[in-house]
Nanobody, 119 residues
Framework: QVELVESGGGLVQAGGSLRISCAASGRTISGHAMGWFRQAPGKEREFVAGINWSGAKTDYPDSVKGRFTISRDNAKNTVYLQMNSLKPEDTAVYYC????????????WGQGTQVTVSS
């Protein structure tokens, strides 16, 4: 079973930036499309970014398009999410997973990393 460890979250002021990371171990993720999800208290987990196996294609919902950038380094078995122009509504726990049709593939989630945006 693959292990996913998210890191890099923290407290940031509105308009600020943060880069979070997802390190996979146990097996390679190079053959999978990967994505980031977030979950705020009382809300369902939502898809916020996706990237295909090679990194040539990315996908974002309108809520984050133009502000978030997903990238990957297959040699390091790691996925990143650069978040700019952060808004209070971006506050959530962020998780990564392999994705297909914007849906998680691995049934085991990491602990996530908390991102809090103050207003």
């Amino acid at each position: 079973q693959v292990e996913l460890v998210e890191s890099g979250g923290g407290l940031v002021q509105a308009g600020g930036s943060l880069r979070i990371s997802c390190a996979a171990s146990g097996r390679t993720i190079s053959g999978h499309a990967m994505g980031w999800f977030r979950q705020a208290p009382g809300k369902e987990r939502e898809f916020v970014a996706g990237i295909n196996w090679s990194g040539a294609k990315t996908d974002y919902p309108d809520s984050v398009k133009g502000r978030f950038t997903i990238s990957r380094d297959n040699a390091k078995n790691t996925v990143y999410l650069q978040m700019n122009s952060l808004k209070p509504e971006d506050t959530a726990v962020y998780y990564c997973n392999a994705v297909r049709y914007k849906t998680a593939v691995f049934n085991s989630w990491g602990q996530g990393t908390q991102v809090t945006v103050s207003s």
